[in-house]
């Protein structure tokens, strides 16, 4: 069955373009994100590399450590690197996992056969420090990701673990959160000092509680 949220991420050890990665121990304490890419050397997946690498700074803030996959070799993966460079102006810094065995691919689900039977589709996968999966994302080949999304579901993620809280529609970083309907007005008086307003019983936004 294909992974689930909450579900363990599952572990492996794989080679990447920065040496032998356990992963849950590669992992420690972060957040995580795996993606797989479905083939070095292609349009779409070169500006997806150098996207990632220019947010790196971003996902650091954010104590989530990034890696991508593809069934390519670690030795593609680096012959392709000046490619990355030429192309986005970034230097790769986050590690490549090489999957020509498929075995972190098939682990993950990343192998769509209906889509391709050989390549991996875009698949994210947003892993909490309790190592459960977070969020999970699949893209075709076609379409490139938007990597700032993944940023703000983070934002969300990270923010609803600590407090009872939810984000809305379109929430970014800053804006208003929802009180969890499980908490009563009472008990929102005090645990939100900021003060809510009530639109509904059941959908009432306060100020974002760690800002
Ligand atoms: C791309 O990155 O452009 C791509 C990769 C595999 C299949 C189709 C497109």
Redesign the pocket.
């Known amino acids: 069955m294909a992974l689930q949220l909450g579900d363990i991420a599952p572990d492996f050890t794989a080679d990447s373009t920065e040496g032998t990665i356990h992963f849950h121990e590669w992992l420690g304490d972060s957040w995580g994100i795996l993606f797989s890419?479905?083939?070095d050397f292609?349009?779409?997946?070169?500006t997806e590399l150098g996207e990632v690498a220019r947010l790196k700074a971003e996902f650091d803030k954010r104590n989530t450590k990034v890696i991508g996959v593809s069934v390519d070799s670690v030795a593609s993966h680096e012959s392709w690197l000046q490619d990355i460079e030429d192309a986005t102006g970034q230097r790769l810094n986050y590690p490549l996992l090489g999957d020509e065995d498929h075995k972190v691919a098939d682990l993950y689900g990343m192998i769509h056969p209906n889509a391709s039977d050989t390549?991996t589709v875009r698949s994210v996968f947003v892993i909490g420090p309790d190592k459960k999966v977070k969020l999970t994302i699949t893209y075709p080949?076609?379409t490139g990701r938007n990597f700032e999304e993944i940023l703000r579901v983070i934002d969300s993620l990270q923010l609803t673990s600590d407090y009872s809280v939810s984000t809305p529609v379109n929430w970014r970083d800053g804006e208003d959160v929802i009180i969890a309907p499980a908490i009563d007005d009472d008990a929102a008086k005090e645990r939100f000092p900021k003060g809510f307003r009530t639109i509904k019983p059941y959908l009432r936004y306060t100020p974002q509680p760690n800002r």
């Not at 292609?42 to 070169?46: F, I, K, S």
């Open positions: 890419h479905p083939k292609t349009p779409v997946c070169t390549l080949a076609s």
